[in-house]
């Protein structure tokens, strides 16, 4: 139903006045405030152009489209989820996602997964079972057919994970949903071992950015406006570097921490508005990070990487596989005597015949990408599909799927 411009009016006085009224956060006060300025400063300017769009968005009924397009390295189905820097492809192929937007992106995700969850079999209306509540009201709810963990008040949960130092190189990564102009904050907490935040990366409106450590704001960056549907925020880190991401973007390049002693993590949802389905969380990924790629070929003759994503049951190579993908391109390049044998492995879910097919198509793909973009001769690369046979962990756990879900790429 359409509102009349009268009452759309009333919802942007509203939504001034919760800026200007809602308690003050020691957190993110000044970003608050900045909203508030905009706002302002764009219903002076600009009436008429945000009544327009207030009605358009209005007929949406607040909900997210149904069309969202996913942006998430989440792997599933035996994917294996993303490592490198020389010369991505610039468009798309049949065995490649477009890479065009990730010539800077250097996010490598982590190899040996601590925490990992998707939510795949929780209830819906229930609390996410593999996390605990600190304040709040949380709920699981489906949306495109995929879990959310969904917010419908300000509060904060966390991972159930052992409070320890975490590892001195570690990544974590985080589907969020960006929906409205008023659709809040979405934020990832360090905590210390009394539980206090010594630490943050946020995002607010689907734009705006900020890190914070030990009491010091260190980054904050304006992004453009994220379209509405599923996006990933993102942590690389070391004992003395921090590096934040809010999909292919880098926010924050941190390149010394001192006195920074986490041991684990909380989410802060913060919603303005009670949207149905809008403030929501999805896939949380937290991983050590281990040796080089070079370093493990030096070694054990072999790599093993989940720095090569997919989409559930597809063998097109995602976009931000590109890091990894370069740096196994780079290696090929500076050494012309190297042969590698291109292995994809699954987790156990599903048919033993339909994992092999798939992680044999998905082990092509990435030859492929090597020979088109580095010019690599064929007669230098093997493949083979695996699927389930080989496990590195148990297939009882989603860590351990999660674990098992990989590429290796082997020294001939």
Not at 103 to 112: A, E, I, S
Not at 157 to 179: G, H, N
Not at 384 to 410: M, Q, W
Request: glycine share 8%; hydrophobic share 40%; charged share 30%.
């Amino acid at each position: 139903m359409r509102r009349s411009p009268l009452a759309v009016l009333v919802t942007l006085a509203i939504a001034l006045s919760l800026l200007s009224a809602a308690p003050a956060s020691a957190q993110f006060g000044k970003l608050k405030d900045k909203v508030k300025q905009k706002v302002e400063k764009k219903v002076d300017q600009k009436t008429d152009q945000a009544i327009d769009k207030t009605i358009d968005d209005a007929t949406t009924s607040g909900k997210v489209s149904k069309d969202e397009a996913p942006a998430t390295d989440a792997p599933e189905d035996g994917a294996a989820p993303a490592a490198g820097g020389a010369a991505p492809a610039a468009g798309g192929s049949a065995v490649a996602e477009d890479m065009t937007l990730y010539t800077k992106y250097d996010f490598v995700p982590g190899d040996k997964v601590i925490f990992y969850d998707d939510l795949a079999h929780e209830e819906m209306g229930e609390f996410p079972s593999r996390w605990n509540l600190d304040r709040g009201v949380f709920e699981i709810a489906t949306v495109d057919k995929r879990n959310w963990i969904l917010c419908t008040d300000r509060g904060k949960i966390s991972p159930r994970i052992k409070a320890e130092p975490l590892p001195d190189k570690y990544t974590v990564e985080m589907d969020f949903a960006s929906a409205l102009d008023q659709d809040g904050w979405y934020s990832i907490h360090w905590v210390d071992a009394k539980g206090n935040s010594i630490g943050y990366v946020t995002i607010g409106y689907s734009y705006m950015t900020e890190v914070h450590l030990l009491d010091k704001t260190v980054a904050g960056k304006d992004l453009e406006k994220l379209p509405v549907g599923r996006h990933v925020m993102r942590i690389m880190a070391t004992k003395s570097t921090i590096k934040c991401y809010i999909d292919q973007q880098r926010i924050a390049n941190v390149p010394k921490v001192e006195g920074f002693e986490p041991v684990g993590f909380e989410v802060e949802m913060n919603p303005y508005f009670e949207h149905t389905q809008v403030n929501r969380i999805g896939t949380f990924r937290y991983a050590e990070g281990g040796k080089s790629m070079r370093e493990q070929l030096d070694e054990a003759g072999r790599i093993v990487t989940h720095g090569i994503l997919f989409d559930s049951g597809s063998d097109r190579i995602k976009a931000e596989s590109v890091k990894t993908l370069n740096d196994i391109g780079a290696m090929l390049a500076e050494d012309a005597a190297l042969r590698l044998s291109i292995e994809g492995h699954t987790d156990a879910d599903g048919a033993d015949a339909d994992n092999l097919k798939l992680s044999q198509a998905r082990a092509a793909s990435v030859r492929t990408w090597l020979m088109d973009n580095f010019k690599v001769d064929g007669g230098r690369l093997e493949t083979k599909g695996l699927g389930e046979t080989k496990p590195i962990d148990v297939n009882t756990s989603p860590e351990g799927k999660a674990n098992n879900r990989r590429v290796e790429l082997v020294k001939l």
